[in-house]
């Protein structure tokens, strides 16, 4: 017996779609610091902002982006990263 599973909103997928671009994005426009081993943002919220609004997205909703902050770490505390 196959389990279907459940249909996610159009919401929803809306905001999967406007995380991946956004995260797709800042990587993209990061510098590496091959010293410390992280990925550096070199991008504002405007940027952020107008790249989304170009792609298609309406309900723009997500936590504020800081020029210079760590994206990514090898010490996992990038602002990207998963909190465990």
Known sequence: MVHKR???SRKKQEQDR???LAHKFLIANARLDRN?????????RDMLISFLKDQG???????DVERGEV???SRGKGSLQ???
């Open 6 to 8: 459940g249909k996610r």
């Open 18 to 20: 406007q995380r991946y």
């Open 36 to 44: 410390r081993a992280e990925l550096v943002n070199l991008t504002d």
């Open 57 to 63: 997205c309406v309900d723009l909703r997500f936590v």
């Open 71 to 73: 994206l990514v770490d």
């Open 82 to 84: 998963r909190i465990n």
